[in-house]
Protein backbone atom coordinates (compact mmCIF):
# COMPACT_ATOMS: atom_id res chain seq x y z
CA UNK A 1 0.00 0.00 0.00
CA UNK A 2 1.39 3.60 -1.33
CA UNK A 3 1.94 6.44 1.44
CA UNK A 4 1.31 9.75 -0.23
CA UNK A 5 3.02 13.15 1.48
CA UNK A 6 2.09 16.13 -0.21
CA UNK A 7 3.78 19.67 0.32
CA UNK A 8 5.12 23.14 -0.74
CA UNK A 9 1.47 24.86 -0.24
CA UNK A 10 1.23 28.19 0.62
CA UNK A 11 0.67 31.71 0.70
CA UNK A 12 1.12 33.35 -3.15
CA UNK A 13 -0.48 36.42 -4.30
CA UNK A 14 -1.87 36.03 -7.59
CA UNK A 15 0.32 35.80 -10.94
CA UNK A 16 2.67 34.06 -8.84
CA UNK A 17 4.28 30.66 -9.09
CA UNK A 18 4.40 27.71 -6.56
CA UNK A 19 5.80 24.13 -6.60
CA UNK A 20 3.56 21.19 -5.02
CA UNK A 21 5.89 17.93 -4.12
CA UNK A 22 4.08 14.71 -3.58
CA UNK A 23 6.37 11.60 -1.78
CA UNK A 24 5.73 8.39 -2.23
CA UNK A 25 6.53 5.34 -0.54
CA UNK A 26 5.90 2.66 -2.68
CA UNK A 27 9.01 1.14 -4.10
CA UNK A 28 7.13 -0.02 -7.14
CA UNK A 29 6.24 3.55 -7.59
CA UNK A 30 6.40 3.45 -11.54
CA UNK A 31 3.60 1.08 -11.62
CA UNK A 32 1.12 4.04 -10.34
CA UNK A 33 -0.75 6.78 -12.19
CA UNK A 34 -0.09 9.48 -10.60
CA UNK A 35 -2.70 12.57 -10.70
CA UNK A 36 -3.90 15.79 -8.36
CA UNK A 37 -7.16 16.56 -7.08
CA UNK A 38 -7.83 19.82 -5.82
CA UNK A 39 -11.02 20.65 -3.43
CA UNK A 40 -12.01 24.74 -2.66
CA UNK A 41 -14.10 25.31 0.35
CA UNK A 42 -17.78 24.25 0.03
CA UNK A 43 -16.82 21.96 -3.63
CA UNK A 44 -16.32 18.97 -4.65
CA UNK A 45 -13.10 17.42 -5.12
CA UNK A 46 -11.97 18.21 -8.86
CA UNK A 47 -9.25 16.71 -11.14
CA UNK A 48 -6.60 18.78 -11.88
CA UNK A 49 -3.68 16.93 -13.60
CA UNK A 50 -2.37 12.95 -14.29
CA UNK A 51 0.34 11.62 -15.76
CA UNK A 52 1.37 8.04 -16.78
CA UNK A 53 3.39 5.47 -14.79
CA UNK A 54 6.50 6.47 -17.11
CA UNK A 55 6.07 10.27 -17.17
CA UNK A 56 5.18 10.63 -21.43
CA UNK A 57 1.70 11.32 -20.93
CA UNK A 58 -0.02 13.42 -18.80
CA UNK A 59 -3.52 15.33 -18.80
CA UNK A 60 -4.83 18.26 -17.01
CA UNK A 61 -8.22 20.28 -16.17
CA UNK A 62 -9.00 22.91 -18.76
CA UNK A 63 -9.30 25.15 -16.03
CA UNK A 64 -5.52 25.11 -15.70
CA UNK A 65 -4.33 23.50 -18.36
CA UNK A 66 -1.01 26.31 -19.75
CA UNK A 67 -0.38 27.28 -16.34
CA UNK A 68 0.01 23.63 -14.49
CA UNK A 69 2.77 21.09 -15.39
CA UNK A 70 2.56 17.60 -13.89
CA UNK A 71 6.06 15.66 -13.59
CA UNK A 72 7.58 12.56 -12.01
CA UNK A 73 10.86 11.27 -10.89
CA UNK A 74 10.46 7.78 -10.37
CA UNK A 75 13.76 7.41 -9.47
CA UNK A 76 12.85 9.34 -6.36
CA UNK A 77 9.50 8.28 -5.88
CA UNK A 78 8.13 11.88 -6.51
CA UNK A 79 5.48 13.35 -8.20
CA UNK A 80 5.05 17.31 -8.89
CA UNK A 81 2.90 20.09 -9.88
CA UNK A 82 4.54 23.71 -11.19
CA UNK A 83 1.71 26.05 -10.47
CA UNK A 84 1.85 29.36 -12.39
CA UNK A 85 -0.10 32.46 -12.98
CA UNK A 86 -1.94 31.10 -9.90
CA UNK A 87 -5.62 32.96 -9.43
CA UNK A 88 -7.70 33.31 -6.50
CA UNK A 89 -9.86 30.40 -8.05
CA UNK A 90 -6.95 28.34 -7.37
CA UNK A 91 -7.23 28.36 -4.14
CA UNK A 92 -7.86 24.66 -2.55
CA UNK A 93 -6.10 22.07 -0.78
CA UNK A 94 -4.11 20.05 -3.25
CA UNK A 95 -4.30 15.78 -3.06
CA UNK A 96 -2.13 13.73 -4.89
CA UNK A 97 -3.49 10.08 -5.44
CA UNK A 98 -2.20 7.15 -6.78
CA UNK A 99 -4.05 3.75 -8.70
CA UNK A 100 -1.66 0.77 -9.69
CA UNK A 101 -5.02 -0.48 -12.18
CA UNK A 102 -5.98 1.88 -14.43
CA UNK A 103 -5.38 2.38 -17.98
CA UNK A 104 -3.96 6.23 -18.73
CA UNK A 105 -6.02 6.27 -21.96
CA UNK A 106 -9.34 6.22 -20.39
CA UNK A 107 -11.93 8.64 -18.63
CA UNK A 108 -11.24 6.74 -15.55
CA UNK A 109 -8.25 8.75 -14.73
CA UNK A 110 -10.41 12.02 -14.33
CA UNK A 111 -12.48 10.26 -11.47
CA UNK A 112 -11.85 10.74 -7.96
CA UNK A 113 -13.31 7.39 -7.43
CA UNK A 114 -10.76 5.65 -9.00
CA UNK A 115 -7.75 5.88 -6.59
CA UNK A 116 -7.65 3.99 -3.46
CA UNK A 117 -4.82 6.06 -2.26
CA UNK A 118 -4.26 10.03 -1.27
CA UNK A 119 -2.08 11.92 0.70
CA UNK A 120 -2.78 14.38 3.48
CA UNK A 121 -3.27 17.77 1.23
CA UNK A 122 -1.42 20.82 1.04
CA UNK A 123 -3.17 24.33 1.13
CA UNK A 124 -2.49 26.57 -1.73
CA UNK A 125 -3.90 30.24 -0.91
CA UNK A 126 -3.68 32.75 -3.72
CA UNK A 127 -4.41 36.42 -2.87
CA UNK A 128 -6.01 38.80 -4.64
Known amino acids: QVQLVESGGGLVQAGGSLRLSCAAS????????MVWFRQAPGKEREFVAA????????RYADSVKGRFTISRDNAKNMVYLQMSSLRPEDTAVYYC?????????????????????WGQGTQVTVSS
Open 97 to 117: AADNSLVFNTIGIYSRTMYPY
Open 51 to 58: ISRDGTNT
Open 26 to 33: ERTFSNYV
